[in-house]
């Protein structure tokens, strides 16, 4: 019963991050009577969808949908930012997707932990598996510089895969607790 739970938690935290590396992010700003404002963020819900299928389903099926998803993006469609296939494996961003991996893992073995089905605690489960993700990249980057694999300077690829993304990818952080909450309850996950 516990692998069958934990491969559709994989099926559904893989369609997530399926899905979510379609929908572009966004803030729903309330007014003072005003009709509310919708600011776009530059992110889409790829990286959350995979912290929120960490957080509600664990980290084995986090891990299992990360790299399902890898694995569907080098192998058969396109679905990465830039495109996919076995040529994603010299670009830049690559290292990102790897960090899917370790970021899943953590931040789902986080969210197990009892005391953690609160909004604060999700969100810091969130904020860690994002640090996770983005120190992987920044490694990946870091590397690639220093071997010569990327035409571009260091720290114009900081700033286009780390800096400029991060803070909407912050923002995003909360919403990802409020919706694990929610799911958590539905599923009855403590």
């Known amino acids: 019963m516990r692998a069958l739970a934990i491969?559709?938690?994989?099926?559904?935290?893989?369609?997530?991050?399926?899905?979510?590396?379609?929908?572009?992010?966004?803030?729903?700003?309330?007014?003072?009577?005003?009709p509310p404002k919708v600011i776009s963020l530059p992110s889409t819900w790829q990286v959350p969808s995979l912290l929120l299928s960490a957080l509600?389903?664990?980290?084995?099926?986090?891990?299992?949908?990360?790299?399902?998803?890898?694995?569907?993006?080098?192998?058969?469609?396109?679905?990465?930012?830039?495109?996919?296939?076995?040529s994603y494996l010299v670009t830049p961003s690559f290292g990102y997707l790897t960090g899917f991996i370790p970021a899943a893992w953590i931040s789902g073995r986080l969210?197990?932990?009892?005391?953690?089905n609160n909004l604060i605690s999700l969100t810091l489960c969130a904020l860690i598996g994002l640090i996770v993700f983005q120190?992987?990249?920044i490694l990946y980057l870091t590397v690639g510089s220093f071997i010569g694999s990327w035409s571009n300077p260091l720290p114009d690829l900081l700033f286009s895969y780390s800096i400029a993304p991060i803070p909407a990818q912050v923002l995003l952080c909360p919403g990802i607790a409020i919706l694990s909450q929610v799911l958590r309850k539905l599923l009855f996950i403590e």
């Open 135 to 137: 120190i992987w990249g």
């Open 56 to 86: 509600v389903c664990g980290p084995r099926a986090a891990v299992i949908a990360a790299v399902g998803y890898i694995t569907v993006g080098l192998f058969y469609l396109p679905i990465f930012h830039s495109g996919g296939s076995l």
């Open 111 to 116: 969210a197990q932990r009892k005391n953690m």
């Open 7 to 34: 491969w559709s938690g994989a099926l559904a935290g893989l369609m997530m991050i399926l899905v979510g590396g379609l929908l572009p992010s966004a803030l729903i700003l309330p007014g003072l009577d005003l």
